[in-house]
C-alpha cells in the first residue's frame, strides 16, 4: 500500500525523468533543428544554439549522475555521490552555464579559458572531500559559491550594460538584439545551485530545483531562437582604420578626408570642419534620400552609403551629443509626425501601427517607446493633445 512518501518520491521520480528527457530533447532540437520554430523570421546565432545545446546535455548528464540517489539508503553513499555529482556538475553543468552567458553577448568574443580558473578551486575542495569521506571543507566551498555568484552578478550587470551602449551605437532598430534578459537566467541559476547547496535533505528543495530547471530550458529555448545572430550584419572590412591618405586607402568621390582637428576641403573646394562634412553627407544621403526608413538599418551601412567608415561616424554622433540608435529613432519619429499631419490636413483615415512602419519601424513596440523617449507622451495621448491645439 502507497503511503504519502512512497507516493510523493514516485511522483517525484517522474518529475526527475520528465527534466531529463525534456533536457535532452531540447538539445537534439537545437543541434539538428536548421530553423527556429518559435520566431521564423529571426536568424539566430548557431554559436549561440550549440553553447545552449551542450548546456541542455549538461543538464541532462546532471541528472544520471544524481540517479544512484534513488537507490542507496546510507547516509555516507548519499553523501558520496553528492560529491561526486557537484565534482562532475563543476566541471561541466557550471562552466557552460558561464559560457553560455557571455556567449549571449555579441558585442566581441569574450575568452572562454578563464571559466576554468573560476571553477578550478571547487573542484579541488569537492575532490579532497571526497577522498577523504569529510565535510570539514564545505563551509569553505560555501563561502567560495557567495563570493563567485556576487563577482558574476557584478561582472554580468556591467557588460549587459556594455553591450546595450554597443547596441544603441551601432543599430536603429533593437528588438530581437537586446539581452538584458539573460540576468533572468543568471538569477535562476544562483538559485537553483543556492538551494542545493544550502537545503539538504529536504523534498520540497528537490521540487524547487525540477520546476526551476523546466522554467529555464523554456526561457532558454525562447531566447535563442528570437535573438538575431549579429555577427551576420558585420561587413568584411567594415571595421577599417580612419580614411586617411597616407594609409593608400581608396576615398569615394563623395567623401571628406576625415581628420579629427584639422580643416578639410569638400568635394565643393569650400573649406569644412569633419563634422560639417559628415552632417553634409548624412542630409543628403541619410535624410534626403530617407535611408532612415530602412528595416533594420545598421550604423556600417549608413556609413558605407556616406562614403566613410562606421569609427568615424561613431565619433561623429557622440560628438553631437548621441547615439546612432537616437539619430535615427529621431528622424523616423520626425516622419510619423510629417505623415499624421499630413493624413489629418488630408481627413484621411489611417492606422497609427501603419504609419510606424511606413516611418521605418518593423516593432509597435520599439515604436511607442522611442516616440515616448522624443516627445515626452504616449503616442495616443500627444495625438489627443495635438487634436485639441488644432481646436483652439
Given at each position: 500500500m502507497y503511503d504519502h512518501q512512497t507516493q510523493g518520491e514516485f511522483f517525484y521520480a517522474m518529475l526527475y525523468g520528465a527534466v531529463a528527457m525534456m533536457s535532452l530533447m531540447a538539445c537534439c532540437y537545437l543541434l539538428f533543428r536548421r530553423s527556429?520554430?518559435?520566431?521564423?523570421?529571426?536568424?539566430?546565432?548557431?554559436?549561440?544554439?550549440?553553447?545552449?545545446?551542450?548546456?541542455?546535455a549538461c543538464i541532462a548528464l546532471s541528472h544520471i549522475w544524481y540517479?544512484?540517489?534513488?537507490?542507496?539508503?546510507?547516509?555516507?553513499?548519499?553523501?558520496?555521490?553528492y560529491f561526486v555529482g557537484a565534482l562532475l556538475d563543476f566541471m561541466t553543468l557550471i562552466p557552460s552555464a558561464i559560457a553560455l552567458l557571455l556567449v549571449m553577448l555579441q558585442d566581441r568574443r569574450r575568452p572562454l579559458w578563464p571559466i576554468c580558473v573560476i571553477v578550478a578551486p571547487p573542484i579541488v575542495v569537492l575532490a579532497v572531500g571526497f577522498a577523504s569521506r569529510s565535510l570539514a571543507l564545505l563551509p569553505l566551498l560555501y563561502v567560495y559559491y557567495l563570493l563567485l555568484g556576487s563577482g558574476l552578478i557584478i561582472y554580468m550587470v556591467r557588460e549587459v550594460r556594455r553591450y546595450g551602449r554597443?547596441?544603441?551605437?551601432?543599430?536603429?532598430?533593437?528588438?530581437?538584439?537586446?539581452?538584458?534578459?539573460?540576468?533572468?537566467?543568471?538569477?535562476?541559476?544562483?538559485?537553483?545551485?543556492?538551494i542545493y547547496s544550502f537545503a539538504f535533505n529536504s523534498m520540497i528543495r528537490e521540487y524547487i530545483v525540477q520546476v526551476n530547471n523546466m522554467i529555464l530550458i523554456?526561457?532558454?529555448?525562447?531566447?535563442?531562437?528570437?535573438?538575431s545572430d549579429l555577427s551576420i550584419q558585420k561587413?568584411?572590412?567594415?571595421?577599417?582604420a580612419p580614411l586617411i591618405p597616407e594609409q593608400g586607402l581608396p576615398i569615394p568621390a563623395y567623401a571628406p578626408i576625415s581628420v579629427p582637428g584639422c580643416e578639410v576641403t569638400s568635394p565643393d573646394n569650400v573649406r569644412t570642419s569633419p563634422a560639417q562634412d559628415l552632417t553634409l553627407l548624412l542630409q543628403k544621403y541619410c535624410i534626403d534620400a530617407q535611408l532612415y526608413l530602412q528595416h533594420d538599418l545598421t550604423i556600417i551601412q549608413l556609413a558605407k552609403a556616406i562614403g566613410t567608415n562606421r569609427l568615424y561616424l561613431s565619433q561623429y554622433?557622440?560628438?553631437?551629443?548621441m547615439n546612432y540608435n537616437a539619430y535615427i529613432n529621431?528622424?523616423?519619429?520626425?516622419?510619423?509626425?510629417?505623415?499624421y499631419r499630413?493624413?489629418?490636413?488630408?481627413?484621411?483615415?489611417?492606422?497609427?501601427?501603419?504609419?510606424a512602419h511606413e516611418s521605418g519601424y518593423r516593432s509597435y513596440n520599439t515604436f511607442s517607446d522611442a516616440f515616448k523617449r522624443k516627445t515626452g507622451l504616449p503616442v495616443t495621448a500627444w495625438m489627443k493633445a495635438a487634436s485639441e491645439r488644432g481646436q483652439s
Open positions: 527556429n520554430a518559435v520566431a521564423p523570421d529571426v536568424t539566430s546565432s548557431v554559436r549561440l544554439r550549440r553553447w545552449t545545446a551542450t548546456f541542455f540517479l544512484p540517489i534513488f537507490f542507496l539508503s546510507s547516509n555516507e553513499e548519499i553523501m558520496l555521490n554597443w547596441l544603441r551605437d551601432n543599430y536603429a532598430d533593437l528588438e530581437h538584439k537586446e539581452v538584458w534578459q539573460s540576468l533572468v537566467v543568471l538569477a535562476i541559476l544562483l538559485l537553483v545551485f543556492g523554456c526561457y532558454l529555448l525562447w531566447r535563442v531562437e528570437t535573438l561587413l568584411p572590412g567594415s571595421e577599417v554622433f557622440s560628438s553631437q551629443g529621431d528622424l523616423r519619429i520626425n516622419h510619423f509626425i510629417k505623415l499630413e493624413a489629418v490636413a488630408a481627413q484621411r483615415s489611417f492606422a497609427i501601427k501603419q504609419l
